[in-house]
């Protein structure tokens, strides 16, 4: 079943409505060697620094030897690394999941060595920019020159910054004291409008759209505090908006900065903090702010730089991936990707902060808790890993070798027939969706193995969500090159995973004639009858949001409306409040 993958970054840029005379064609299938890299399952899907570039940087010196470059040169260069190279070798360029471009070694190896590099890619995953056409020559005589000379360096965010940054729009007193509107708050859906920079907040009970809320650049995910009232929604440009679902019209009633990259938001969920605080973790500087719950004044920084789990080696920038909240202790779970740590941070004492440090795997991204609550689970992606951390604990349980890539979201957790409760991820790498047992308790021989796997429709699968009142299963697969594939979900029947998925055409049923109508995130609503879907197309192109029945898996709704542009991750209020997936 599986199909061959092209890169995520190609992905990303068609569904960001970039030039396709730019891209390598859609669905191409690879033979050369040196294209590896974007035909290796899951190659390329490396962050972007999509906010770095605009900040300007001193150009370093001339050095003796070293290729000087105009500042119009070095402008260009620095963009194109900012947004193309630095994902996988660091803004510092010490090497991440791509190797250091450090001037001790790029010297050694030569202005021609570099701009044959860059043009041809290698096996070992670098992308051919030259040949694919990603790159023109010119460009990358450029970027050969820049690699030679030392890295500009991107501002520090400390607290005289954040606080700079920090607005509190309608202060805690002149809040409402009850709730003020009519909605169903519990199955409200934050919805990520990601090219706009804005959410979207649709009533889960009527699928009007109840208000559209501006926050961050390309904004990313939306978290909500534990008593459901306050949602938290992080920007790609590492701005959080509080926005207070009590008003009559919920609106931001706080902003902060807390850097100038940032992917992750939490709050304080343990029994006696709810709502009482926050957390943001930032790819730059490498870091995690605390904040106060209701008005996000920065409290805390932490910096994440350290060694690394394996090597232990110093790195300069490890990124602050995915960030839960333990419902056991007051502590979060903080995935730090370069380190390949876990860091459990008990926030109940800010000035002797307690943080246990659990030694997982390199490039730790994201992750989600098995049904108990108590085990999370985190895949280190480009290891194709999942640790599983015991937040009772605080220990390590075990590190699981799963297939290319996992990619789980928050994961997917159901009872099996045969090998009782398991927790599910797919992969970007391929068709495979890794089954988990996660009951040391009445299943202890299942526990922390791979019991099943069972293929999916192909490889470039982002999400995959049941529910506790549901036995269905539902797959994405919005990064597959075939567009087919990209536009539907595989559906499986948790009592019979023997047999294979049905596909439901989500992109078709959305109506929408235009565009590769990526579907991505399923999303159930409160009572687990519903599904939600996002069709994902450019910016210049119609998006829906596309509502499934669960028992029947017939089309329910569609939401269509111009306002919702390039929708991708949905947040039900109460699903998310409750870690229910
Ligand atoms: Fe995400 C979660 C990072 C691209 C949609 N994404 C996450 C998390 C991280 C992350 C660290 C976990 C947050 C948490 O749980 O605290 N995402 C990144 C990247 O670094 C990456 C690869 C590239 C980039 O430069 O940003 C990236 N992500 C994307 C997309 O292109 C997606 C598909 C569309 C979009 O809106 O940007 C996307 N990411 C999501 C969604 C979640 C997410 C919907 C939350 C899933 C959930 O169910 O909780």
């Not at 006696?272 to 605080?277: H, I, M, N, P, S």
């Amino acid at each position: 079943m599986s199909r061959t993958l092209i890169s995520v970054s190609t992905v990303l840029a068609m569904a960001l409505g970039a030039s396709l005379a730019t891209s390598p064609a859609l669905g191409q299938t690879r033979t050369d060697p040196k294209d590896a890299h974007k035909s290796s399952p899951g190659g390329r899907y490396e962050p972007r620094m999509d906010v770095l570039p605009g900040q300007g940087m001193k150009q370093p010196g001339a050095e003796p030897g070293v290729p000087t470059l105009t500042a119009a040169e070095f402008e260009d260069a620095r963009k194109v690394y900012f947004e193309r190279c630095a994902g996988c070798h660091g803004v510092l360029r010490k090497g991440a999941t791509g190797k250091a471009l450090t001037t001790d070694l790029t010297r050694e190896k030569g202005f021609e060595y570099l701009r044959d590099f860059i043009t041809y890619g290698s096996p070992g995953g670098m992308p051919n920019w030259g040949d694919s056409g990603d790159m023109s020559p010119q460009q990358i005589e450029v970027m050969a020159k820049y690699l030679l000379n030392e890295p500009p360096t991107p501002p520090e965010f400390g607290l005289k910054e954040i606080k700079a940054t920090w607005k509190v729009i309608v202060p805690p007193e002149r809040r409402p004291r009850t709730k003020q509107n009519a909605i169903n708050i519990e199955n409200l859906f934050s919805v990520t409008l990601r090219d706009s920079g804005e959410v979207a907040l649709i009533d889960g009970d009527t699928k009007q759209i109840f208000t559209i809320i501006k926050t961050g650049y390309a904004v990313h995910i939306s978290r909500i505090s534990a008593s459901g009232r306050y949602l938290y929604v992080v920007g790609r440009d590492a701005k959080i908006n509080l926005i207070d679902l009590w008003m009559a019209k919920p609106d931001t009633v706080a902003e902060v900065r807390v850097g100038l990259e940032a992917r992750s938001v939490e709050t304080s969920k343990a029994k006696g903090w709810e709502d009482k605080l926050a957390v943001a973790g930032s790819y730059w500087p490498p870091q995690y702010v605390i904040m106060k719950g209701d008005t996000l004044e920065p409290l805390k920084v932490e910096g994440t730089r350290g060694t690394t789990v394996d090597t232990q080696e110093y790195h300069p920038e490890p990124r602050v991936a995915s960030i839960v909240a333990s419902s056991h202790k007051p502590e979060w779970l903080v995935n730090v990707k370069e380190t390949g740590k876990v860091l459990m941070v008990d926030y109940s004492d800010l000035t002797n902060l307690k943080i246990t440090t659990i030694a997982a795997d390199r490039f730790l991204h994201d992750g989600g808790f098995d049904r108990s609550g108590r085990y999370f689970l985190v895949a280190a992606n480009a290891r194709n890993k999942i640790a599983v951390v015991d937040t009772k604990e605080s220990k390590l349980v075990k590190i699981i070798e799963v297939g290319q890539t996992p990619h789980p979201g928050r994961g997917a957790n159901f009872t099996h027939p045969k090998f009782g409760p398991v927790w599910a991820t797919g992969h970007l790498g391929s068709e495979a969706i890794s089954l988990i047992g996660t009951d040391p308790e009445k299943n202890k021989q299942y526990a922390w193995t791979v019991v099943q796997t069972i293929e999916g429709q192909g490889g470039g699968n982002l999400f995959i969500k049941t529910h506790p009142r549901s036995r269905n299963l539902y797959v994405d697969t919005p990064l597959n090159p075939d567009a087919d594939v990209a536009s539907s979900i595989a559906v499986f029947n948790l009592d019979k995973l023997d047999q294979k998925p049905e596909i439901l055409p989500i992109g078709q049923w959305s109506g929408i004639a235009e565009g590769t109508k990526r579907v991505v995130h399923p999303e159930y609503n409160k009572d687990g009858n519903e599904v939600w879907f996002s069709v994902w197309n450019a910016k210049n192109q119609q998006s829906a949001i596309v509502v499934v029945d669960d028992k029947t898996r017939k089309l329910k709704t569609v939401i269509k409306d111009p306002r919702l542009v390039t929708p991708t991750g949905k947040f039900n209020v109460y699903n998310t409040q409750h870690d229910v997936y």
